[in-house]
């Protein structure tokens, strides 16, 4: 995509999607406050957290190609959505000591956390094969795993133009909609 086809709010007015041809990493981690008066409990992890993404945007070798931030559902949960290059480069962040995370995972067990469980930590990684995704943004600033340096993006036409024909389980003309711009 060239900045010509954005507009003035970085939107690509069109369908489009993200291409990568190798293998990369989904990673979900957030936290959920139990016991909101413990703030002592969770107020540390929840200020880290930040910190350590913008640790790991400082550093374009880290492994990290995007993070992005969500909360909910209710006000109790907080996270990030990660895409990451390996699930090596993940290993190796959450485990080097001389980085803010494994310090802080090594204080929240040391902490208490048999005995309080006033703030609940989680993560999900999932490793992803480049023939076994597929996205999709219409009418967006490039996002999610769009917006990695790392990842083209492409028309979302053709083959692109559907889930499964992104999948590539159909041809891309099987959209149930007449304007098939979306889906």
């Given at each position: 995509?060239?900045?010509?086809?954005?507009?003035?709010?970085?939107?690509?007015?069109?369908?489009?999607?993200?291409?990568?041809?190798?293998?990369?990493?989904?990673?979900?981690?957030?936290?959920?406050i139990n016991a909101l008066w413990k703030i002592h409990?969770?107020?540390?992890?929840?200020?880290?957290?930040?910190?350590?993404?913008?640790?790991?945007?400082?550093?374009?070798?880290?492994?990290?190609l995007g993070s992005r931030t969500v909360v909910g559902p209710g006000v109790r949960n907080f996270g990030f959505v990660q895409y990451w290059d390996s699930f090596e480069a993940l290993r190796d962040y959450a485990r080097d000591s001389g980085r803010l995370h494994f310090p802080a995972w090594q204080e929240y067990y040391e902490d208490g956390t048999k005995d309080d469980a006033a703030v609940g930590i989680?993560?999900?990684?999932?490793?992803?094969?480049?023939?076994?995704?597929?996205?999709?943004?219409?009418?967006?600033p490039p996002f999610g795993l769009a917006a990695s340096e790392t990842t083209d993006i492409i028309p979302a036409e053709e083959q692109h133009n559907t889930a499964a024909g992104r999948l590539g389980h159909t041809d891309g003309s099987d959209s149930p909609l007449e304007d098939s711009n979306v889906g």
């Amino acid at each position: 995509m060239t900045e010509r086809e954005r507009n003035t709010d970085g939107v690509i007015e069109r369908k489009i999607a993200a291409d990568r041809d190798d293998e990369f990493v989904v990673f979900h981690i957030g936290l959920r406050i139990n016991a909101l008066w413990k703030i002592h409990r969770w107020l540390p992890i929840f200020l880290i957290a930040p910190r350590m993404v913008r640790e790991l945007v400082s550093d374009p070798e880290s492994g990290l190609l995007g993070s992005r931030t969500v909360v909910g559902p209710g006000v109790r949960n907080f996270g990030f959505v990660q895409y990451w290059d390996s699930f090596e480069a993940l290993r190796d962040y959450a485990r080097d000591s001389g980085r803010l995370h494994f310090p802080a995972w090594q204080e929240y067990y040391e902490d208490g956390t048999k005995d309080d469980a006033a703030v609940g930590i989680w993560h999900e990684t999932y490793i992803v094969d480049p023939d076994e995704y597929e996205t999709v943004y219409n009418n967006m600033p490039p996002f999610g795993l769009a917006a990695s340096e790392t990842t083209d993006i492409i028309p979302a036409e053709e083959q692109h133009n559907t889930a499964a024909g992104r999948l590539g389980h159909t041809d891309g003309s099987d959209s149930p909609l007449e304007d098939s711009n979306v889906g």
